[in-house]
């Protein structure tokens, strides 16, 4: 028998002997259990079980939880412990067998236990071999599935690794990138930083330059001032400046270089007989005018007054008021009154005074154009474009000897030029283009009343003595009207196209009559002419009458009675309007103003400008 076999049996017989030690066999045969676990079913100190548990030895193995459970030896030991345990009583000893028997059967027994004991050794090992061998089996599939883990992580860890050395290479291209812009940048860098050792070499030589501009604006400031005082000393009058762009100046006085910002600013801090020169900008507001003085603007096409489309319903609400007599305006655009109607008398510009120009000016979206209000006489209107107003481009009440000359007036709401109600007489009305508006010249010896155009009151002075000379009236609803005016001249106009060329009306008190009407063109118009009282219709002969473009007479003969041998460019046969009104001297073609003699024009200039010189006002003399 090996010393290891020896070992175990010892440690069988030891452990048999001890009653704990046999209860823990026995209890470790039916299930595993914890060291807790026994130490409250026997009750015994946890010094004492350890004892007991060591004294065991190869009896016992502990699980992969903690738990005790016995070996194959341990089996082999309770195995032999029941044995013991079961042998029933021995029977009464037969009579002793010799001694030879004896020891035959002594020694067949130990042989049988002996062999026995091997068998159970060899079962119990076995048994644990087997044990052993499934819980390696199991071990080995962990190891395995712990292996699948793994290598499904290699593979994680694997597919990183190539991100990770793509990433690697796309930041190394990326390096190769910014290195590149880096070094393009620390070319441009270079490039800048000459720009800028130039630019400031610029900068050095702006300043200089600016330094001397200093010295040279002084200078032209210095020479303006000269210039100006040598101009006014000139023009005998003081020349006050305004520009609107010149905002928040706290030297602003007028000057030349320091022009007031507002129209109306300059117009009051100047004297009369000062010049008021205006740039170009938009000018959003009102001015009155109560000083003789001369307003001009840079260019009518861009310096605006814009009454911003505000005010009441009288003259000194209009975008431009005047109340000085002597007063000169030109080169504006004037806009946007306030008013609306034929009782709102706001315009672009209202005159109250006499002995004024207006020449020059745009004059365009406003109630009135121009207005003439009571006892404005003397006034020069022309050289305006007068459009797009929402009554009558130029309105006159009681106002006499006033010029309105070579305007273009079109495309007015109401009208172009009316001369309304009282004594407004002596007027001229030359050379004007007046087109696409509902009346072209209407001249009347009544004003309307209350709020309808059918209500009218007389007056007992109506107008009379007026010229319209030389006017071209085209396109409008009716060309010239005339209702309850005489004495007026109508000479040298061109009226075409119109709904009704001219009409002469009466009223209850005043017929239309004794006006004079020659050397007009009526062209093509729906109804050249209407009259009610006498007129007449020609200037005698030779100068002759109208040309009348539906006249169908003929020019064989002629002669004050047209009855002379040959033709003289006057039909032979009047044009009739009505029982009272006949042109008996009807021309044949278009009358033509004649021109006047070119040679002549240098001397009259000449004499002009000599008696202008003579006359010329002292410096600094005022009116």
Same mark, same amino acid.
């Given at each position: 028998m090996s010393k290891s076999e020896e070992e175990i049996y010892s440690t069988i017989f030891t452990a048999l002997k001890h009653p704990i030690r046999r209860k823990i066999l026995r209890m470790l045969s039916r299930r595993a259990g914890s060291f807790s676990e026994m130490q409250e079913v026997f009750k015994v100190e946890s010094s004492h079980l350890t004892y007991h548990l060591e004294s065991l030895g190869d009896l016992l193995?502990?699980?992969?939880?903690?738990?005790?459970?016995?070996?194959?030896? &341990?089996? +082999?030991?309770?195995?032999?412990?029941?044995?013991? %345990?079961?042998? *029933?009583?021995? *029977?009464?000893?037969?009579?002793?067998?010799?001694?030879?028997?004896?020891?035959?059967?002594?020694?067949?027994?130990? &042989?049988?236990?002996?062999?026995?004991?091997?068998?159970?050794?060899?079962?119990?090992?076995?048994?644990?071999?087997?044990?052993?061998?499934?819980?390696?089996?199991? %071990?080995?599939?962990?190891?395995?599935?712990q292996y699948n883990e793994a290598k499904a992580e290699s593979e994680q860890l694997q597919n990183e690794y190539n991100r990770t050395r793509a990433e690697l290479e796309q930041l190394q291209n990326d390096y190769a990138e910014i290195e590149a812009e880096l070094e393009q940048l620390q070319n441009e860098y270079d490039t800048l930083k000459t720009d800028a050792e130039r630019l400031q070499s610029d900068y050095n030589e702006t300043k200089e330059e600016l330094r001397q501009l200093q010295n040279a604006y002084a200078k032209i400031e210095a020479e303006a001032k000269r210039l100006q005082n040598l101009l006014e000393q000139y023009l005998g009058s003081r020349i006050i400046f305004v520009d609107g762009s010149n905002l928040g100046d706290p030297l602003e006085n007028g000057s030349f270089t320091h022009p007031f910002d507002m129209i109306q600013e300059g117009v009051n801090a100047a004297s009369p007989?000062?010049?008021?020169?205006?740039?170009?900008?938009?000018?959003?507001? @009102?001015?009155?005018?109560?000083?003789s003085l001369t307003l001009v603007g840079e260019s009518r096409s861009t310096t605006i007054i814009d009454g911003n489309r505000t005010g009441g319903w009288s003259a000194k609400d209009s975008v431009v008021y005047v109340t000085a007599n002597n007063v000169k305006i030109s080169g504006f655009k004037i806009q946007n009154s306030g008013g609306n109607g034929h009782w709102a008398f706001v315009g672009g510009i209202s005159l109250t005074?006499?002995?004024?120009?207006? @020449? &020059?000016?745009?004059?365009? $979206? =406003?109630?009135y154009g121009i207005i003439l209000v009571w006892n404005s006489d003397n006034n020069v209107i022309s050289g305006n474009a007068i459009a797009s107003n929402g009554e009558w481009s130029i309105h006159m009440y009681g106002s006499? @000897? =006033?010029?309105?000359?070579?305007?273009?007036?079109?495309?007015?709401?109401?009208?172009?030029?009316?001369?309304?109600g009282w004594d407004n007489s002596n007027n001229t009305i030359r050379n004007n283009f007046i087109t696409n508006n509902d009346a072209g010249i209407l001249i009347t010896g009544w004003i309307l009343i209350g709020g309808s155009t059918t209500l009218s009151i007389y007056s007992e002075i109506p107008p009379s003595n007026n010229t319209l000379s030389g006017n071209t009236v085209s396109g409008n !609803?009716?060309?010239?009207?005339? %209702? +309850?005016?005489?004495? $007026?001249?109508?000479?040298? $106009?061109?009226?075409?196209?119109? !709904?009704? &060329?001219?009409?002469?009306?009466?009223?209850?008190?005043?017929?239309?009559? =004794?006006?004079?009407?020659? @050397?007009?063109?009526?062209?093509?118009?729906?109804?050249?002419?209407? +009259?009610?009282?006498? $007129?007449?219709?020609?200037?005698g002969y030779p100068s002759g009458g109208? /040309?009348?473009?539906? /006249?169908?007479?003929?020019?064989? /003969?002629g002669g004050p009675y047209q009855n002379e041998t040959g033709s003289d460019g006057i039909g032979d046969t009047p044009y009739i309007i009505d029982e009272n009104n006949t042109d008996n001297y009807p021309l044949m073609g278009t009358w033509i103003l004649p021109e006047f003699p070119s040679a002549l024009i240098l001397p009259l200039l000449m004499i002009i400008t000599l008696v202008a010189i003579i006359f010329r006002k002292p410096f600094g003399q005022r009116e």
């Amino acid at each position: 028998m090996s010393k290891s076999e020896e070992e175990i049996y010892s440690t069988i017989f030891t452990a048999l002997k001890h009653p704990i030690r046999r209860k823990i066999l026995r209890m470790l045969s039916r299930r595993a259990g914890s060291f807790s676990e026994m130490q409250e079913v026997f009750k015994v100190e946890s010094s004492h079980l350890t004892y007991h548990l060591e004294s065991l030895g190869d009896l016992l193995f502990k699980t992969k939880d903690g738990k005790y459970a016995l070996s194959s030896f &341990g089996q +082999a030991a309770i195995s032999m412990m029941y044995q013991v %345990e079961e042998t *029933p009583k021995t *029977p009464p000893m037969l009579p002793s067998l010799p001694l030879k028997w004896k020891a035959c059967f002594a020694v067949l027994m130990a &042989g049988l236990i002996l062999s026995a004991g091997l068998y159970y050794v060899q079962y119990q090992t076995l048994s644990q071999i087997s044990a052993e061998y499934d819980r390696t089996k199991a %071990e080995l599939e962990e190891l395995q599935n712990q292996y699948n883990e793994a290598k499904a992580e290699s593979e994680q860890l694997q597919n990183e690794y190539n991100r990770t050395r793509a990433e690697l290479e796309q930041l190394q291209n990326d390096y190769a990138e910014i290195e590149a812009e880096l070094e393009q940048l620390q070319n441009e860098y270079d490039t800048l930083k000459t720009d800028a050792e130039r630019l400031q070499s610029d900068y050095n030589e702006t300043k200089e330059e600016l330094r001397q501009l200093q010295n040279a604006y002084a200078k032209i400031e210095a020479e303006a001032k000269r210039l100006q005082n040598l101009l006014e000393q000139y023009l005998g009058s003081r020349i006050i400046f305004v520009d609107g762009s010149n905002l928040g100046d706290p030297l602003e006085n007028g000057s030349f270089t320091h022009p007031f910002d507002m129209i109306q600013e300059g117009v009051n801090a100047a004297s009369p007989g000062d010049l008021v020169l205006v740039a170009s900008g938009t000018y959003y507001e @009102h001015v009155t005018i109560a000083k003789s003085l001369t307003l001009v603007g840079e260019s009518r096409s861009t310096t605006i007054i814009d009454g911003n489309r505000t005010g009441g319903w009288s003259a000194k609400d209009s975008v431009v008021y005047v109340t000085a007599n002597n007063v000169k305006i030109s080169g504006f655009k004037i806009q946007n009154s306030g008013g609306n109607g034929h009782w709102a008398f706001v315009g672009g510009i209202s005159l109250t005074s006499s002995n004024n120009t207006i @020449h &020059g000016n745009t004059i365009s $979206n =406003n109630n009135y154009g121009i207005i003439l209000v009571w006892n404005s006489d003397n006034n020069v209107i022309s050289g305006n474009a007068i459009a797009s107003n929402g009554e009558w481009s130029i309105h006159m009440y009681g106002s006499s @000897h =006033n010029l309105i000359l070579n305007n273009t007036i079109s495309r007015n709401s109401n009208g172009g030029i009316w001369l309304e109600g009282w004594d407004n007489s002596n007027n001229t009305i030359r050379n004007n283009f007046i087109t696409n508006n509902d009346a072209g010249i209407l001249i009347t010896g009544w004003i309307l009343i209350g709020g309808s155009t059918t209500l009218s009151i007389y007056s007992e002075i109506p107008p009379s003595n007026n010229t319209l000379s030389g006017n071209t009236v085209s396109g409008n !609803g009716y060309g010239i009207d005339i %209702e +309850a005016s005489g004495g $007026n001249t109508v000479v040298g $106009n061109t009226i075409s196209n119109n !709904g009704v &060329g001219i009409k002469l009306l009466a009223d209850p008190y005043t017929p239309s009559r =004794n006006n004079t009407l020659y @050397h007009n063109n009526f062209i093509d118009n729906i109804n050249q002419a209407s +009259a009610a009282g006498k $007129n007449t219709w020609y200037n005698g002969y030779p100068s002759g009458g109208n /040309y009348w473009s539906d /006249y169908v007479g003929v020019d064989l /003969y002629g002669g004050p009675y047209q009855n002379e041998t040959g033709s003289d460019g006057i039909g032979d046969t009047p044009y009739i309007i009505d029982e009272n009104n006949t042109d008996n001297y009807p021309l044949m073609g278009t009358w033509i103003l004649p021109e006047f003699p070119s040679a002549l024009i240098l001397p009259l200039l000449m004499i002009i400008t000599l008696v202008a010189i003579i006359f010329r006002k002292p410096f600094g003399q005022r009116e």
